[in-house]
């Protein structure tokens, strides 16, 4: 008897990660660049040519698929908005999957909704807020187990936020956005102000701790965005605790302390700021959250026929997500 592949695909605006997993855990898992812009036809078929790799090292094709999107998904199932990768805009995401995964159930989701599931699953956690810092900012928010703002309601998009009135301006067109002022590419350029000389990811760690001015306060400007952020949620909401994943933070992780000193800075007289840790799946929330709902819409050994892109009740379908997340 075939063994059951469930299938995760992290779409990001300038990577793709793939995780392949069965019930006995993990298969596979390898990640990609996309190459340089040029169209959706172009990417497709780059993501196409990775599956074919994939499935030839694990020898089967995939039962079901669960796809982290960025990009903001029509209720017809087209993207109708991806400022880092335009180019899909109009796409019919639905058929597109389909011709992808032939034979697979299918569904896709927010990226930032799927991170903070596999986080709060992970830290055992039922009312938790998860912000993952990559090519953008994205989030979510789990209470009482549920992701929020809920099925067919859009998705949690913190990265939009105003942080800054008048700020930097935004993919998403407006301004001072918390994506504008913390995403990695932003504290790149800031660092980069800062310095007089253009700054790579590798070399802002390093910087951050040797303590070089430039480096320390282009992060600090970070941190204490997200921490405004973070406790509007706070008073909002009143998550337990805060997590801190996606890639551009797991390789500045003194930016979980910094935004740990600007919370208490933030925090009201008589209530305590919200506890931040370091994301229990590091920059692979997203990924571990598009494996979960991969075997949540995978039909049983002798269900129904394959084929379906529509998830069932109660898959958080994003609807209205402005722009791209931490991919």
Excluded: N
Excluded at 20 to 45: I, K, M, Q, Y
Excluded at 134 to 149: A, H, Q, R, S
Excluded at 166 to 186: D, E, F, M, W
């Amino acid at each position: 008897m075939e063994t059951a592949h469930y299938l995760g695909v992290d779409v990001g605006g300038t990577k793709v990660a793939l995780r392949a997993e069965t019930d006995a855990g993990l298969v596979r898992e390898s990640t990609f660049g996309w190459t340089p812009r040029h169209s959706v036809t172009r990417d497709l078929a780059q993501l196409a040519g990775e599956l074919t790799k994939l499935r030839a090292g694990i020898g089967a094709p995939p039962r079901s698929v669960g796809v982290a999107m960025p990009a903001t998904v029509g209720p017809g199932g087209r993207v109708t908005s991806w400022p880092s990768r335009p180019e899909w805009v109009d796409l019919d995401l639905d058929a597109a999957l389909r011709a992808l995964f032939p034979g697979a159930s299918v569904a896709w989701a927010d990226d930032g909704d799927l991170g903070a599931l596999a986080e709060a699953r992970a830290s055992g956690c039922d009312d938790l807020l998860y912000v993952g810092v990559g090519t953008g900012v994205g989030g979510g928010l789990v209470l009482g187990g549920v992701p929020c703002p809920g099925p067919g309601r859009g998705s949690f998009e913190i990265g939009h936020v105003i942080v800054e009135s008048g700020g930097a301006s935004c993919v998403c067109g407006r301004r001072g956005c918390l994506q504008a002022v913390a995403s990695g590419p932003a504290t790149l350029r800031r660092a980069a102000r800062l310095r007089g000389a253009e700054v790579t990811f590798d070399e802002l760690g390093p910087a951050v701790r040797a303590g070089q001015p430039w480096a320390v306060t282009a992060v600090d400007r970070t941190c204490r965005a997200l921490a405004a952020a973070v406790t509007s949620v706070q008073e909002l909401l009143h998550p337990q605790r805060v997590l801190i994943g996606g890639g551009f933070s797991a390789g500045v992780p003194e930016i979980v302390d910094r935004m740990a000193a600007w919370l208490a800075e933030l925090a009201r007289p008589g209530h305590d700021p919200l506890p931040v840790a370091p994301a229990r799946l590091g920059g692979l929330s997203s990924l571990h959250g598009a494996v979960s709902l991969a075997r949540l819409v995978a039909p049983p050994p002798a269900g129904p026929a394959r084929g379906s892109t529509s998830p069932p009740a109660g898959v958080p379908v994003p609807t209205a997500a402005p722009a791209d997340s931490a991919g």
